[in-house]
């Protein structure tokens, strides 16, 4: 399906193009070229059209129940909508005269079955039509989201299980904090993916509440069954309010906050990748599939899809911030701003669905490099450990870790690690420090003694592995 296709010839605009204008009846001339050009979404819209053709093809049913088309006038649109479906599906181009994609396919479907098509828009609006094709548009784009972003997820869970007995540094402020097993680091990077599946999820049932019916603003005034049209559509509900219904966006809003906050997570994802991946800190090493060269440096390996991914962080926030402000200051009901909300919509889902497979690829031919991770631990790193030990012998807290920071302050006086300092000098920070302090100093017992629920305890990581291994098999609600 093409999303931008390019205007016909102009010279298909006259005649019965023109004729099928949905509106103008109450105009003694026709728009300026200006207002036609600003006022034309379909190269923005058209990707709407299997959405519109599903949902008149429900309205005719619903006309038919209603008593305004007869069963085989029913019928005969709906069938002239499936010829119209595959004229689409054959590469069918709009012309001049179309303004939108719904003028398009009122158009066509005049071509195929002739004037009983003009019955079709009865009782209905462009405005609950186009929010109806909307609603449905994002429902259908969810499947695939979920696909990719699932596969992400599996791809994180594979490095994670095989990175379990890996010690790397974690980081607060971009300083060395505390030891870690890398499993625990790379799976600090599928929970957030998680939430965002689950707020994608959420905008779907969002998106799930049929305006159709609503009309222009005040409702339709045929007594169409709207809850036949509902189950036939597979919305979950019934709109409350027509003059709500025609101009709600929050679905919208919604959708665009989920993959915001998606993208903001694969962004800091991004960052750890080429923060890792860089000369400095060497935790591993990007493939040849996902990395470009330098058109002048022959050395270079660039991540260019982890900055992709970072970029796209900006962008897809940009978007949610233009359609809250574009809401923010509209009365109720419907206004022509809200025919921008499909350009930042489509966009953002477009991107989302780029960069998330390129992402899931570029990780999956990862190398970690586990002993430049594990040298890069070092004693000091324990010195939470330190008044750990403290605090076992019945220290405060308080006490151990300024008698600690004397120790840390001492080691860097020394230009030593802090297993390097002679033992009388622990002694002297505290005379609870015994022979057995150093053994405090080790990386591996460090994170052993942090077993705790979600901690980087071997046991804690084995669980949050076997709680990731649920989340990718268990199956979502139809």
């Given at each position: 399906m093409?999303?931008s296709p390019p ?9 019965a193009?023109q ?10 001339a ?12 379909i ?19 619903a006309?038919?129940?209603?008593g ?12 002239g909508?499936?010829g119209v ?17 719904h003028?398009m396919i ?9 004037d ?6 009865t009782g ?13 548009w ?10 990719e972003?699932?596969?992400l997820?599996a791809?994180?869970l594979?490095?994670a ?9 974690a980081y ?6 505390q030891?870690v097993?890398a499993?625990?680091w790379?799976l600090?990077?599928?929970w ?5 599946y689950?707020r994608?999820?959420f905008?779907?049932?969002a998106?799930?509440s ?7 603003i005040?409702g339709?005034?045929y007594?169409v069954?709207?809850e036949e049209?509902?189950?036939r ?7 409350d ?12 809003a ?5 993959i915001s906050?998606?993208?903001?997570h694969l962004s ?5 990748m080429?923060?890792?991946g860089?000369?400095?800190?060497g935790?591993?090493?990007f ?9 002048m440096?022959p050395?270079?390996?660039?991540p ?6 970072r970029g796209?962080?900006?962008r ?5 911030t ?10 109720s009901?419907?206004?022509k701003?809200l ?11 477009d ?11 570029a990780?999956a031919e ?12 070092s ?8 008044a ?20 840390v302050?001492?080691a860097e006086?020394a230009?030593c690690?802090?297993d390097?300092?002679p033992?009388?000098?622990?002694k002297g ?13 080790d990386a ?8 705790v ?14 709680a990731?291994?649920a ?5 979502p609600?139809p």
């Amino acid at each position: 399906m093409k999303s931008s296709p390019p205007p016909g010839d102009a010279s298909r605009g006259d005649g019965a193009g023109q004729r099928h204008k949905l509106w103008g009846g109450r105009f003694k001339a026709g728009p300026a070229a200006a207002l036609t050009a600003v006022n034309r979404s379909i190269e923005v819209d058209f990707r709407l059209w299997p959405y519109d053709i599903w949902g008149s093809q429900g309205w005719a049913e619903a006309l038919a129940s209603a008593g305004v088309l007869t069963a085989e006038e029913s019928s005969t649109i709906r069938i002239g909508l499936e010829g119209v479906a595959k004229r689409f599906e054959a590469g069918e181009l709009p012309i001049d005269s179309d303004e939108d994609v719904h003028t398009m396919i009122d158009r066509l479907l005049h071509e195929e079955i002739g004037d009983v098509a003009s019955k079709l828009h009865t009782g209905r609006s462009r405005n609950d039509q186009v929010a109806t094709a909307t609603r449905l548009w994002i429902i259908g784009s969810i499947d695939s989201i979920e696909t990719e972003l699932r596969a992400l997820q599996a791809v994180m869970l594979r490095h994670a299980e095989s990175l379990t007995d890996a010690v790397m540094p974690a980081y607060t402020h971009l300083q060395r904090a505390q030891p870690v097993s890398a499993a625990h680091w790379m799976l600090s990077h599928f929970w957030p993916l998680q939430r965002d599946y689950d707020r994608i999820m959420f905008a779907s049932i969002a998106a799930s509440s049929l305006p159709l019916g609503s009309g222009a603003i005040a409702g339709s005034a045929y007594r169409v069954p709207r809850e036949e049209l509902r189950e036939r559509l597979g919305f979950l509900r019934l709109s409350d309010n027509s003059i709500d219904a025609v101009g709600d966006r929050d679905f919208i809003a919604d959708m665009l906050y989920a993959i915001s906050m998606l993208g903001m997570h694969l962004s800091r994802l991004a960052e750890d990748m080429i923060l890792f991946g860089s000369s400095e800190f060497g935790f591993l090493r990007f493939g040849d599939a996902f990395t470009t060269g330098s058109s002048m440096m022959p050395q270079k390996r660039n991540p260019d899809v982890m900055e992709i991914a970072r970029g796209f962080g900006a962008r897809s926030l940009g978007a949610l911030t233009t359609l809250l402000a574009t809401l923010k200051g509209l009365p109720s009901g419907y206004n022509k701003d809200l025919q921008d909300d499909k350009r930042i919509l489509f966009d953002a889902v477009d991107g989302v669905l780029l960069v998330l497979p390129a992402v899931a690829g570029a990780l999956a031919e990862c190398a970690f490099q586990v002993d430049v991770m594990e040298r890069a631990v070092s004693s000091g790193m324990m010195a939470t450990d330190l008044a750990d030990y403290l605090v076992g012998k019945g220290v405060s807290f308080r006490d151990a870790h300024g008698a600690v920071g004397s120790l840390v302050r001492a080691a860097e006086e020394a230009e030593c690690e802090l297993d390097e300092l002679p033992p009388e000098r622990f002694k002297g920070a505290h005379a609870m420090f015994g022979a057995d302090a150093r053994e405090w100093l080790d990386a591996r017992a460090s994170i052993a003694r942090r077993d705790v629920a979600g901690g980087t305890g071997p046991n804690a990581v084995r669980k949050q592995i076997e709680a990731a291994r649920a989340v990718l098999e268990e199956k979502p609600e139809p």
